[in-house]
């Protein structure tokens, strides 16, 4: 079946202003992750939603960034004011089990703030 | 929280030979680590993983092994080909829970 889908796939855009991006999971997955990869580093976590429990917000950088996910399904990732600093790829990744947590991986987005 | 720390940042090898990567965790709690293999430009993809209740798990030319005492896995790749060059990231987690990544191991396999 399809995998996890995302846009756009690139974003420029001028510093102060406001970004969403969109993530769609694979077809019944109940978990979806955010993650940001700022260029030659490794993955860092933003935020997670299981099913209908609150969302683990716990590694967003800062009251800028949020994110929500519609009917279980689609999420979109807000970036307020984007500063700089902000640039990276944005990865969504989803998941189905529960209890062992494979994820799999969007192709991102790839955000430039200038 | 968890930390994850991996080594070494890069790694060269022959074609042919064998590669090893090596991770830590700190949370005694996490119970599952997967390995992703990146290529430039593309998405992480999920190669291998392994369950906290079993020591080792094989794929063809790949392999995982954890060490719950130690809190360590490593990756082995066995006779090493071109394709194989790419970025490695380990990572862990407990149940589905975010996971929390290492920084990864740029492999270049020589031909």
């Known amino acids: 079946g399809a995998g996890v889908s995302q846009s756009p796939s690139n974003k420029v855009t001028e510093k102060g202003k406001d970004v969403e991006l969109r993530c769609d999971p694979i077809s019944g997955h109940t978990a979806l992750y955010w993650y940001r990869q700022s260029l030659g580093q490794g993955l860092e976590f933003l935020i997670y939603?299981?099913?209908?429990?609150?969302?683990?917000k716990s590694g967003l950088p800062s009251d800028r960034f949020s994110a929500e996910r519609t009917g279980g399904s689609v999420s979109t990732l807000t970036i307020q004011r984007t500063q700089q600093e902000d640039s990276a790829v944005y990865l969504c990744a989803s998941s189905f089990r529960t209890t062992y947590n494979e994820q799999f991986f969007g192709p991102g987005t790839r955000l430039t703030v200038l | 929280g968890e930390n994850v720390e991996q080594h070494p940042s890069t790694l060269s090898v022959q074609e042919g030979d064998s590669a090893v990567i090596k991770c830590t965790y700190s949370d005694s709690a996490s119970n599952y680590f997967p390995w992703y293999k990146q290529e430039l430009g593309k998405r992480p993809q999920l190669i291998i993983d392994?369950?906290?209740?079993?020591g080792e798990k094989k794929d063809q030319r790949i392999a995982v092994t954890l060490n719950k005492t130690a809190k360590h896995f490593s990756l082995h790749i066995t006779e090493t080909q071109p394709e194989d060059s790419a970025v490695y990231f380990c990572a862990a987690s407990r149940g589905a829970q975010k996971l929390v990544f290492g920084q990864g191991t740029r492999l270049t396999i020589n031909p």
């Open positions: 392994i369950r906290s209740n079993v």
């Open positions: 939603f299981q099913g209908n429990s609150a969302p683990d």
